[in-house]
């Protein structure tokens, strides 16, 4: 009995450090981004570096990797540097608090009653072809010159891509749905909770995705126009000074910014929209 059990038993998995090395292997294997991504980042800034080196451009055209890392560098240690980056920060996060609110009462106003969106969808396509950036000005001489104009700008500018992305996810609830719970009697706020909103928080978290960096554009092409503090002005500030290496700094933090608020908002969706992989990003 002895002797069978030991031939019947189960061949235990390898603990070797080996089988770990195999299985992170296959990970890379499977997916090849994970060194594709800071492969491509080395061969860039390398080919940048020594490329324009060669080349014979100008520093104060293109500066060179290593410079933009040390104008960034001083920026860092500098609290001025982080005080425009606060009022920068505070007039796109409100700014799309704004915007985005407005879009999904807005949105599901309109989606939910036909009359309304016949009556203004119209004007809201023709108010969304004006180029956003136009309306910095008269925002300015509306609001003056502090906080609030720059605030109307970045909701302004992501409200649409929000508002699209909401009316067209309510729209695309299941037809099939809708009606089996019609005929159990189901009203239309339960009809709503349970199925239309839950189709259309995909594109919801596309419209938040978006909106997100159109607020921080909107934020400082508002700067642009008129302001003492801000990313945007200490922009202004780098070109009057021909300091490029100061201008790439500035807008590698603001790249930074850009990517830190769409993993965040990546990774709320994968915990309350988890069925959606993927979702088309509407009125971009």
Same mark, same amino acid.
């Given at each position: 009995m002895a002797t069978t #059990?030991?031939? #019947?038993?189960? %061949?235990?998995?390898?603990?070797?450090? /080996?089988? =770990?090395? %195999?299985?992170?292997?296959?990970?890379?294997?499977?997916?090849?981004?994970?060194?594709?991504v800071p492969a491509v980042f080395v061969v860039v800034v390398l080919l940048w570096e020594y490329g324009i080196q060669l080349i014979g451009v100008d520093e104060y055209v293109l500066p060179r990797p290593s410079q933009v890392?040390?104008?960034?560098?001083?920026?860092?240690?500098?609290?001025?540097?982080?005080?425009?980056?606060?009022?920068?920060?505070?007039?796109?996060?409100?700014g799309f608090v704004i915007g985005v609110g407005a879009a999904v009462l807005l949105g599901t106003f309109i989606s939910q009653i036909k009359v309304v969106e016949a009556t203004l969808m119209p004007y809201i396509v023709a108010f969304q072809t004006v180029p956003k950036v136009a309306l910095a000005p008269l925002f300015v001489v509306w609001f003056g010159f502090g906080l609030t104009s720059k605030v109307v700008m970045a909701a302004v500018i992501s409200f649409f891509p929000m508002l699209v992305n909401v009316v067209e996810g309510l729209r695309a609830a299941d037809a099939d749905k809708i009606q089996m719970l019609t005929v159990?009697? /189901?009203?239309? $706020?339960?009809?709503?909770?349970?199925?239309?909103?839950p189709s259309a928080l995909p594109?919801?978290? !596309? $419209?938040?995705?978006? =909106?997100?960096?159109? !607020?921080?554009?909107?934020?400082?092409? =508002?700067?642009?126009? =008129? %302001?003492?503090? $801000?990313?945007?002005?200490?922009?202004?500030?780098?070109?009057? #000074?021909?300091?490029? %290496?100061?201008?790439?700094?500035?807008?590698?933090v603001l790249s930074v910014m850009g990517l830190v608020a769409h993993f965040v908002i990546r990774l709320v969706q994968k915990r309350v929209a988890f069925w959606a992989e993927e979702s088309k990003v509407i009125g971009a």
């Open positions: #059990n030991l031939v #019947n038993k189960p %061949a235990e998995p390898p603990t070797s450090p /080996a089988g =770990g090395s %195999a299985r992170r292997r296959l990970d890379f294997r499977e997916k090849p981004q994970l060194w594709l890392v040390d104008s960034l560098w001083r920026e860092l240690g500098d609290d001025l540097f982080w005080g425009h980056l606060w009022v920068t920060s505070q007039e796109a996060l409100v159990f009697g /189901a009203s239309k $706020g339960q009809i709503f909770r349970m199925v239309r909103l594109f919801i978290f !596309a $419209g938040l995705d978006i =909106g997100i960096v159109f !607020a921080i554009l909107g934020a400082v092409v =508002g700067e642009f126009i =008129g %302001a003492k503090e $801000g990313l945007g002005y200490l922009l202004l500030q780098t070109n009057y #000074n021909f300091d490029i %290496a100061g201008m790439f700094a500035v807008l590698v």
